[in-house]
């Protein structure tokens, strides 16, 4: 069995995002960039199922600008066998980004296909169901338990009354929540191995496909602040404020 | 032009978050048009013809459409969708599940977890879990918008009365098969929906100590959340986080415990209506954001919090 594995370089999470002065979109530059965190939690999982004998092959993927391939290397250096660089300029919308995986796919012949449930720079959370929809494979959105079996994958989903679990053939889509698995970091060794790892880099203009946005982003803008709030100095205080000021208990 | 919203409902009931939503899809166009997709569905379908704003509702009723499977929603809403310039529905695991799978196969780029309708074709959306709104721009010629239900106010569940018509269904799929569904049983409000939150954070020490504040969450019916810090040392379980990575919240009070504040856990509660802080580094964060602060020790404060809390005569449920 193959894997493919998509991952998206985004600003690391726990950077205070700051909004640029002309509305145009957030600070970038000079910022600290990773590995969106639940597109990790993909690529453990496809490890794990390497590692237990049911895949053969890890295929790690990422579409963005040259740079993105940091993201690819971090996948190889906690196991994915090879990786590709789809480039691609600007701003890459989810649908895009499932015509672009789409022909990668075609090209391919993964079983399978993991990515994160969503990414944490636009908070689409749209790109493997688009993906699922034009290959017309099933989709297992949100997945926190993943069972391999002949043909099919039993996948329980985080939803929001609870668990829910579901059946899908393979070839499938899995979306990964970050209750899936903890994942691992790489060793320094691995981290030089992944350099001798092999990745491709495919243009994006090369793939035939129209992947100009559709969604004009009119302005970025701060959130508007909340007033500066007060300190009580007793227990008694806060609860009376509570009570009778803010009246939510 | 006209809006056809997907209803989430568990085949007796409509789901509250469809009500917020409707009312958000009634914002873009009041010809607003529901679509029932169940089985045995009908009390669903008439209670969503008696909510205000909706026109019409459609009804597809078969065995096949008992669970949500996306598989099997989307032929049928693709059906239906040439009738409409908008396709709708709220932004919970439902919609996210759902509404990319009927996007793509429109050819649509969908704007997802939209917080405001500036125009039938422009939406304020939060992106970096809030750190910053977008104003966009939906140019494709039929839009797939998904709801943050929170933001929006329930819509009345009386004064309409809008015919109710039934629709095709399809085939369903033979590639997922829908197996079991586990809901969580607690007496307690869920995290995504409760009125009042309280958090804990790594200041709360140990998961034993998180009794402090499962005893004030009893008393005040609240949900219970957690820093990533308090989830990483293995206080409590990762199902309880708050934060970028976790679960965004708006609850109408929020308490957090022992909490420093750290960016990551702002994004996921920085929108509630009013923030409590109990912490005992008077420096922390947490504070920037607290409508409310007390410097204490917490294992002084939250003994005490309860005590007063068990004064009151009457508490909001």
């Known amino acids: 069995m193959k894997i493919l594995v998509a991952v998206k370089r985004v600003i690391d999470y726990n950077v205070q995002i700051r909004v640029k002065e002309d509305g145009s979109g957030v600070v970038t530059d000079n910022v600290k960039m990773s590995t969106n965190p639940p597109d990790d939690n993909a690529v453990e999982e496809a490890v794990k199922i390497k590692e237990s004998g049911k895949a053969k092959e890890i295929i790690a993927v990422t579409v963005g600008e040259e740079k993105a391939q940091e993201t690819v290397r971090k996948a190889l250096a906690v196991g994915a066998d090879r990786g590709i660089l789809v480039k691609a300029p600007g701003t890459i919308e989810p649908l895009a980004v499932a015509k672009i995986l789409q022909k990668i796919v075609e090209k391919e012949k993964p079983d399978l296909v993991f990515m994160g449930k969503q990414a944490i720079d636009d908070d689409c959370n749209q790109t493997g169901q688009m993906l699922a929809a034009i290959l017309n494979w099933p989709q297992a959105t949100f997945a926190s338990k993943i069972d391999v079996k002949e043909n099919v994958l039993e996948v329980t989903r985080e939803v929001d009354e609870g668990l829910e679990t579901i059946e899908v053939k393979i070839p499938s889509i899995v979306t990964c929540d970050l209750r899936l698995n903890e994942p691992r970091y790489a060793s320094l060794p691995n981290i030089m191995k992944a350099k001798k790892k092999p990745l491709e880099q495919i243009d994006a203009s090369e793939l035939g496909i129209d992947i100009k946005p559709r969604i004009e982003q009119i302005k970025v803008e701060e959130p508007p602040k909340r007033k500066a709030g007060i300190k009580v100095s007793s227990v008694e205080e806060l609860v009376q404020k509570l009570k009778n000021e803010a009246k939510v208990i | ?317």
């Open chain 2, 1 to 317: 032009m006209s809006v056809l919203l997907i209803a989430e409902h568990n085949n007796k009931e409509v789901k509250p978050f469809t009500l917020n939503a409707i009312t958000a899809a009634s914002q873009i166009n009041d010809d607003l048009h529901v679509l029932v997709i169940g089985k045995n569905a009908d009390p669903v379908a008439k209670s969503l013809s008696e909510v205000a704003n909706v026109k019409k509702v459609i009804h597809v009723d078969n065995d096949i459409y008992e669970n949500y499977i996306a598989e099997n929603y989307t032929p049928v809403i693709l059906k239906q969708a040439e009738n409409y310039s908008h396709i709708v529905c709220s932004a919970n695991t439902f919609g996210k599940n759902l509404m990319p799978r009927i996007a793509a196969l429109l050819d649509t780029s969908q704007v997802s977890d939209i917080i405001k309708v500036i125009s039938e074709d422009t939406f304020l959306r939060p992106i970096y879990a809030g750190n910053a709104f977008a104003t966009v721009k939906s140019t494709d010629k039929k839009k797939c918008v998904t709801i943050r239900p929170t933001s929006f106010d329930p819509a009345p569940t009386s004064g309409g009365s809008a015919e109710i018509v039934k629709g095709e269904n399809t085939d369903p799929s033979q590639n997922t098969k829908f197996v079991k569904k586990e809901e969580i049983k607690s007496d307690r409000p869920e995290l995504g929906t409760a009125r009042i939150v309280i958090s804990g954070g790594r200041g709360m020490q140990s998961g034993e100590n998180f009794k402090l504040i499962t005893a004030i969450a009893d008393k005040l019916n609240a949900a219970i959340g957690a820093s990533r810090a308090a989830v990483d040392a293995g206080y409590i379980t990762n199902d309880h986080q708050v934060g970028q990575t976790g679960k965004v919240v708006v609850p109408d009070l929020y308490i957090a415990v022992g909490i420093s504040g750290a960016i990551q856990h702002l994004a996921g509660m920085k929108e509630s209506k009013v923030i409590v802080a109990i912490n005992k580094d008077g420096e922390a964060p947490i504070f920037s954001v607290a409508d409310y602060g007390l410097e204490a020790d917490l294992f002084d404060a939250l003994p005490k919090f309860l005590e007063e809390l068990n004064k009151l005569n009457t508490i909001q449920k």
